[in-house]
C-alpha cells in the first residue's frame, strides 16, 4: 500500500497533555491535575449546558436534525443574522479545513502571521498550498498587505485575537485591511477568543455582522473556549449566504453530535455563566500581570483567556513545562512555534494560587 507523498510530509498538531496522559506518565490523580494547556473554561460546563445533557442523554440513539436548526435559529438571534448565514463544524477547526479545501490547492498560496494557530499551516499542507508569512512578531496588517499585493494569495489568515500570544487588532484596522483585498481573496477572522476581547476593549470588538456583506470573509467561532464545550466539537462559520452554501457542499451530514447541538444551543443562552467566566478571566489575569512584575518577567498584553510569558535566555520553557508536570499543572510550552515561552490559560483563583507558587519556587532555584 502506498500513501500520498504529502501525508509523509504532515507535520501532525501539538495539542495540550489531555488528563490521561498526566495521570499515567506522572502517577497524579485527576482531581489533582491542573489543566491550562489548552485554554478551555476552568469554570467548566455551564449549568444549563450541563442539564441539557443530562435530560438528554436518551436521544444519543438517533442521529441529529441535519439542518441544526435550532442552534442556528439561536445563533442568528444572537449576532442579528440569519441562519442562511451559517455553518456549524465539528469544532472551528472543522470550518477552517472546509475553508482551505474549497479554494487553495498546489498552486494557491495562504498569507498568515509569523506565530499564528498552527492549523491554518496543516490545512494548507493538506491541500498543497504554499503558506507565506509575515515577519513581524504580532499581527501587522500593514506587512499583511504588503505581502498580499507581492504574493497575490487566494486566503489569508487573521486570528484575532491570536492565539498562541494573546494580540489582539483594532477593528477600524481590520475593516480597512478587507476593503483593501480583492474578493478573488478570502479572508478568515478566527474569532476563537472574541468573546473575551469584546469584554476587555469594546474598540477591537468585531461581530459577524460587520462582515457579513463580503463575500469573501468569513468569520469564525466556537464553543471549546468561553462556552466550556471543548470536549463536545462544535464550532462555526457566518458568511454571506452564497460562500455558506459553497462551504456547505464539503459538509459530511451528521457532522455534529445530538447532544453537542443541545449543549451549544442551552449555552448560549446562559447569561450568568459567560459573565462569570469573562469577569474571572480578567480578574485573575491581573494576579499574572502583577507576578509578571514582581518577577521581572515579560508577558504580552492578552485580550484571551490566556497569557504568554516570554522567557529570557537563563529561563528555559521545556524545562520548566517539565517541572510543571511533575507537579500536575499542565501548561502550553511553545517551543513548537520556536519560541521560549508559556502559554497558561486563566485557571480559577485556586488553580492560579497553586501555579504562580510552583512558578515562583521554579524560576527562583
Ligand atoms: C481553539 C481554537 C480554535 C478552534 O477550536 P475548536 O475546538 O476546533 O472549535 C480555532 N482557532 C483558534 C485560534 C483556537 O485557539
Known amino acids: 500500500m502506498k500513501f500520498h507523498q504529502y501525508i509523509h510530509d504532515l507535520p501532525t498538531y501539538e495539542v495540550g497533555k489531555p488528563l490521561e496522559l498526566v495521570m499515567r506518565e506522572y502517577g497524579i490523580q485527576p482531581d489533582r491535575i491542573i489543566k491550562l494547556g489548552s485554554n478551555e473554561n476552568p469554570l467548566g460546563v455551564s449549568p444549563s449546558a450541563k442539564q441539557v445533557l443530562m435530560e438528554s442523554a436518551s436521544l444519543a440513539s438517533i442521529y441529529p436534525d441535519d439542518s441544526y436548526h435550532e442552534l442556528k435559529n439561536s445563533l442568528s438571534d444572537l449576532y442579528g443574522i440569519q441562519p442562511s448565514n451559517i455553518i456549524i463544524g465539528s469544532g472551528s477547526d472543522q470550518i477552517i479545513e472546509f475553508c482551505v479545501h474549497a479554494i487553495c490547492d498546489n498552486t494557491t498560496k495562504i498569507l498568515m502571521a509569523k506565530t499564528t494557530f498552527a492549523m491554518y499551516e496543516i490545512y494548507a499542507k493538506h491541500f498543497g498550498a504554499k503558506v507565506i508569512r509575515t515577519k513581524d512578531f504580532l499581527h501587522n496588517l500593514d506587512s499583511m498587505l504588503s505581502l498580499y499585493k507581492k504574493h497575490k494569495p487566494s486566503m489569508i489568515f487573521l ?12 477593528k477600524k484596522e481590520v475593516m480597512d485591511f478587507i ?24 474598540e477591537y470588538a468585531i461581530y459577524p455582522k460587520d462582515i457579513i456583506n463580503f463575500p469573501n470573509v468569513i468569520y469564525l467561532g466556537t464553543f471549546s473556549k468561553i462556552y466550556g464545550l471543548g470536549g463536545m466539537r462544535i464550532g462555526y462559520g457566518i458568511a454571506h449566504e452564497k460562500t455558506i452554501s459553497m462551504l456547505h457542499k464539503l459538509r459530511p451530514p451528521f457532522n455534529i453530535t445530538t447532544l453537542s447541538l443541545k449543549a451549544a444551543t442551552a449555552s448560549l443562552k446562559d447569561k450568568d455563566f459567560l459573565e462569570q467566566t469573562l469577569a474571572n478571566n480578567f480578574t485573575e489575569m491581573q494576579r499574572y500581570i502583577s507576578f509578571a512584575k514582581q518577577k521581572s518577567l515579560q508577558i504580552l498584553e492578552s485580550y484571551a483567556n490566556f497569557i504568554t510569558f516570554l522567557l529570557h535566555n537563563k529561563l528555559n520553557s521545556t524545562k520548566i513545562g517539565i517541572l510543571l508536570l511533575q507537579e500536575g499543572i499542565v501548561v502550553r510550552n511553545l517551543e513548537s512555534y520556536g519560541l521560549n515561552a508559556l502559554r497558561i490559560t486563566i485557571g480559577t483563583p485556586e488553580q492560579n494560587q497553586i501555579v504562580l507558587e510552583k512558578l515562583s519556587t521554579i524560576i527562583e532555584k
Not at 498562541?164 to 483594532?170: F, H, I, Q, V
Not at 483593501?180 to 469594546?202: F, G, H, P, S, T
Request: aromatic share 8%.
Open 159 to 170: 486570528c484575532t485575537p491570536n492565539n498562541p500570544l494573546g494580540e489582539a487588532l483594532p
Open 179 to 202: 476593503t483593501q483585498i480583492d474578493k478573488e481573496c478570502c479572508i478568515v477572522l478566527d474569532c476563537a477568543y472574541m468573546e473575551y476581547c469584546r469584554y476587555k476593549n469594546e
